[in-house]
C-alpha cells in the first residue's frame, strides 16, 4: 500500500472522473466561495433515459418530456433521448448491464459525453452505469438540484440548494475521483496519520455542512418573526407545479415586475406583495414550484420557505390547463400540500394558459378536477379576468370581515391614517371634534383601531 504526504489543498485537486460536474462543490469548502460551473459554454451533450416503472401513472413520453426540460434548464443540451419501460430493478445498475451497455453504445454514437437517467440512483448504481456506458451519470436528483442551483439568487436560495448538494455529495464521495482511497500521511495532533484523500474531503464536507447550517437557522429564526407579524394579515398563497404560470400570474395581479421566464423552477424564494391597499391588508406571496418526485433533500432543505403555504388564510392553486398532465400535476400538489399539513386550507383552482387551449375544458370537467373548490379559468394575459380574480379573492376574504362603528377625533392622525390604509371605508361623516367613520375590515384590525381610537391625548 502506498503512503502519500500530500496536504489537504493537494488532496483537494484530485482530477475528478466526471469532467468538473463536482469541482464547484469542492471549492466550496475549500475557498468558501460561489461556485461557477465548469463547463463548457454549451454545456454538456447529454443522452436522456427516462425510466417508467410498470404500474407508475402518468404518461411516458410526457415524463420524458418534463426531464429533457430540466435537462436545458441546467443548460445542457439534449443529443438523444429514450423511454425505458422498467420491469423489475437490477440492483446493481437499475436497468441491467446489458441494456446499459447498449444505452452507452447508442449515447456515444451521438455524441453524448453525459448519461441523464430520469430516476433516483444509489451511489453504487451510479458507478455501476458509468462503468458499463463508459459515460458520467446524471440522475434525477443531480439535474433538479442543478437547476436550482443555477436559479438560486438570494442568499438564503443559495444556502438551500447548497446544503441539499453537500448533502447529495456525502455518501458518493469515494466515487467522484481518482486515488480518493489512497492514504495520507500526517503528524501527531494534526489531521491524524492514515487519514484517505476521500476522508479528508469528507471532514471538510461536513465542516462545510455544520457552518450552512448554522447560518440557516438564523435565517429561519427571522422568517419565524416575519411570520409572526404577517399573522395579522390576510394571506393569499400560490402553489402549484412548477412552470404552471404562478409567478406570470402574481405579476398580473400586483404588478410585482418578478421574473417569469417559461423554464422550471424559475422562483425559488417566497416573495410577497400587498394585493391591495384596502380590505385588511391582504397579503400574496409567490412559492417555489412542486414536481413530481421532488427530492427529500430539497423538502427538508426548504422546509422555511414553504412554511409561508401552511400558515395561508387561501390558496391560489395555479394549474397549467393547457399540459397533457394536468391531472398528474393536480395529483402531486395535492400530495405536497397534505405533506405540508395544508389540505385543509380553502383554495381556488386557476387553471391558467387557457389562451394556449385549442378547445376550451367544460365546466363539468373543470368541476370534476377541482374536487369541490371554487375555480376559474383564466389567462394571466388577460387583464379583465385578472381584474375579476383579484376582486373574487377579496371577496372571499372579506367574507370573514367585520363592520363597525368608530369616533375618531381630529388629534388622532395617526387612527385616521391607520382607517383609510388597513379597513374599507363604507361612511364618514366629519362633526366639530371629529369623525365618525363605519368602516369594514379583519376583526383584529378592527379591534386595535377602536382601541387606539379610545386612547388619551396628553
Known amino acids: 500500500m502506498k503512503f502519500h504526504s500530500k496536504s489537504i489543498d493537494e488532496h483537494a485537486e484530485v482530477p475528478l472522473a466526471d469532467a468538473g460536474r463536482f469541482e464547484e462543490l469542492v471549492s466550496r469548502w475549500t475557498r468558501r466561495e460561489a461556485p461557477q460551473r465548469a463547463r463548457a459554454e454549451d454545456g454538456n451533450s447529454c443522452y436522456v433515459v427516462s425510466v417508467h416503472r410498470s404500474g407508475d401513472a402518468g404518461n411516458p413520453r410526457a415524463q420524458l418530456a418534463e426531464i429533457t426540460g430540466l435537462v436545458d434548464a441546467q443548460g445542457d443540451r439534449v443529443v438523444g433521448e429514450e423511454v425505458h419501460e422498467l420491469v423489475r430493478p437490477d440492483p446493481r445498475t437499475l436497468i441491467r448491464s446489458g441494456v446499459a451497455e447498449r444505452i452507452g453504445a447508442e449515447a456515444t454514437d451521438r455524441g453524448a459525453d453525459m448519461l441523464v437517467v430520469d430516476a433516483e440512483l444509489s451511489p453504487s ?93 438564523g435565517l429561519k429564526r427571522s422568517d419565524a418573526a416575519q411570520r409572526k407579524h404577517r399573522k395579522k394579515c390576510s394571506r393569499v398563497t400560490l402553489v402549484g407545479y412548477t412552470n404552471a404560470g404562478k409567478t406570470s400570474l402574481m405579476n398580473a395581479l400586483t404588478s410585482a415586475g418578478l421574473s417569469a421566464r417559461d423554464r422550471p423552477f424559475e422562483t425559488l424564494d417566497t416573495t410577497s406583495r400587498c394585493l391591495t391597499r384596502h380590505g385588511g391588508d391582504v397579503l400574496i406571496s409567490d412559492t417555489v414550484g412542486f414536481i413530481r418526485r421532488l427530492p427529500e433533500r430539497l423538502f427538508a432543505s426548504f422546509e422555511s420557505t414553504l412554511a409561508e403555504v401552511a400558515e395561508a388564510s387561501l390558496l391560489l392553486l395555479v394549474v397549467d390547463a393547457s399540459d397533457s398532465e394536468l391531472v398528474e400535476h393536480l395529483r402531486t400538489t395535492d400530495g405536497v400540500l397534505d405533506r405540508l399539513g395544508a389540505a385543509g386550507i380553502p383554495r381556488v383552482v386557476v387553471f391558467n394558459k387557457t389562451d394556449r387551449l385549442t378547445e376550451r375544458l367544460s365546466d363539468e370537467e373543470l368541476s370534476g378536477l377541482c374536487a369541490g373548490h371554487d375555480y376559474v379559468a383564466l389567462s394571466s394575459r388577460d387583464p379583465d379576468a385578472v381584474l375579476a380574480l383579484r376582486e373574487r379573492l377579496l371577496d372571499l376574504v372579506r367574507a370573514e370581515h367585520v363592520v363597525r362603528e368608530v369616533f375618531v ?27 365618525q367613520f363605519v368602516i369594514e375590515g379583519e376583526p383584529h384590525v378592527v379591534d386595535e383601531i377602536v382601541r387606539a381610537s379610545r386612547r388619551k391625548i396628553r
Not at 163 to 175: D, F, K, Q, S
Not at 180 to 199: K, L, N
Not at 413 to 427: A, E, G, L, N, P
Open 125 to 217: 448504481q451510479t458507478r455501476n452505469l458509468e462503468d458499463a456506458t463508459g459515460l458520467p451519470v446524471c440522475d434525477r436528483e443531480a439535474v433538479i438540484l442543478n437547476v436550482f442551483e443555477r436559479h438560486a439568487t438570494t442568499r438564503r436560495a443559495r444556502i438551500q440548494v447548497e446544503i441539499a448538494h453537500l448533502e447529495y455529495l456525502r455518501p458518493r464521495i469515494r466515487g467522484i475521483g481518482l486515488n480518493m482511497d489512497q492514504q495520507a500521511g500526517g503528524v501527531m495532533g494534526g489531521r491524524g496519520p492514515g487519514e484517505t484523500a476521500s476522508e479528508l474531503l469528507a471532514r471538510r464536507l461536513d465542516g462545510r455542512l455544520a457552518d450552512l447550517r448554522r447560518q440557516l437557522l
Open 409 to 435: 377625533r381630529y388629534e388622532l392622525t395617526d387612527v385616521t391614517r391607520s382607517i383609510h390604509s388597513r379597513c374599507r371605508v363604507q361612511k364618514a361623516v366629519a362633526s366639530r371634534l371629529g369623525t
